[in-house]
């Protein structure tokens, strides 16, 4: 069954790329106003880190699931591992982005200025820059999958960028909990 149709895999690839990353952008530069979205008592508004934290956690979990299951040949729980990734990734960015949008912008880091800038902000810019570089790369080959029969798949380069896809997805849910880390529990 045929989801989407496979000459437009790329195209729409594209667009989800760019409307996601468009709403990001707007988040984090307080481009959207607050009063676009529901009001939240301020202790759900300070608990959304820890939340982002344990979803990643659970993330990094279900992706090295998918991946081991992929590698023993378990198509159906891949498929079920990396849904839940997307999920999981899906339910992470709407918190992340509604807490940007009702605090008008990114917190501050509250250590030294040595550790904010030689430790603090090469990880940041290392995990946005990967969170960026993933959601193209996760919407194709989730797309390449919905367009095709099991099948058809390895005759897809669905496993190839699925594999640079994960590493990456792993290594920036693993230096976000680092920069949570740093800015609620270090500092």
Known sequence: ??????ERVRLLTGVLSVVSLAIVFAAAGGRIPSS???????????TIPLVNAVLSAVAIGTITVGWRAIRRGDIERHRVAM????GLFAGFLVLYLYRLTVTGGPQPFPGPDAVYQFVYLPLLAIHIFLAIVCIPLLYYVLLLAAS???TEIPQTSHARIG???ATLWLIS??????VFVLLHGVY
């Open 1 to 6: 069954m045929e989801y989407v149709p496979r």
């Open 36 to 46: 676009s979205v529901p009001a939240a008592p301020e202790w759900v508004i300070e």
């Open 83 to 86: 849904l839940a990734s997307f």
């Open 148 to 150: 095709r029969p099991v």
């Open 163 to 165: 594999r640079v896809a």
């Open 173 to 178: 849910f693993s230096l976000g909990i680092v």
